[in-house]
């Protein structure tokens, strides 16, 4: 089993930056994808951006160039740097992981935060 924890959430304005946080303990795989996902009401839950073990990633094209994922392994924390934030960003904000996958295209995630949200006002 894994755990997964996010914290870093908050309401800023347009423009302003975010860190998010996400702390896993429990079973911790040789190799694996880390995302984070966001999700508002009425919509599905859509992909912001992924990271594997090797460190290679991903992004969702409305967040690319200004958001960053990036992954401690000392620590077990995924992170996700946001910059220049929209309104459009408003959501809560997800981090899910899948122990022994290297490739984290279309990886249905098994473990799942509880979720932060983010607000951005314009």
């Known amino acids: 089993q894994v755990q997964l924890e996010e914290t870093g959430g908050g309401s800023v304005q347009a423009g302003g930056s975010l860190k998010l946080s996400c702390v896993a303990s429990?079973?911790?795989?040789?190799?694996?994808?880390m995302a984070w996902f966001r999700q508002t009401p009425g919509k599905e839950r859509e992909v912001v951006a992924t990271?594997?073990?090797?460190?290679?990633?991903a992004y969702a094209n409305p967040v690319k160039g200004r958001f960053t994922i990036s992954h401690d392994s000392a620590t077990n924390t995924l992170y996700l740097q946001m910059n220049s934030l929209a309104p459009e960003d408003t959501a809560m904000y997800y981090c899910?992981?899948?122990?022994?996958?290297?490739?984290?295209?279309?990886?249905?995630?098994?473990?799942w935060g509880q979720g932060t949200q983010v607000t951005v006002s314009s």
């Open positions: 429990g079973y911790i795989a040789d190799y694996y994808c």
């Open positions: 990271i594997n073990s090797d460190d290679i990633t």
């Open positions: 899910a992981s899948m122990p022994w996958v290297k490739s984290c295209g279309d990886v249905e995630y098994n473990y």
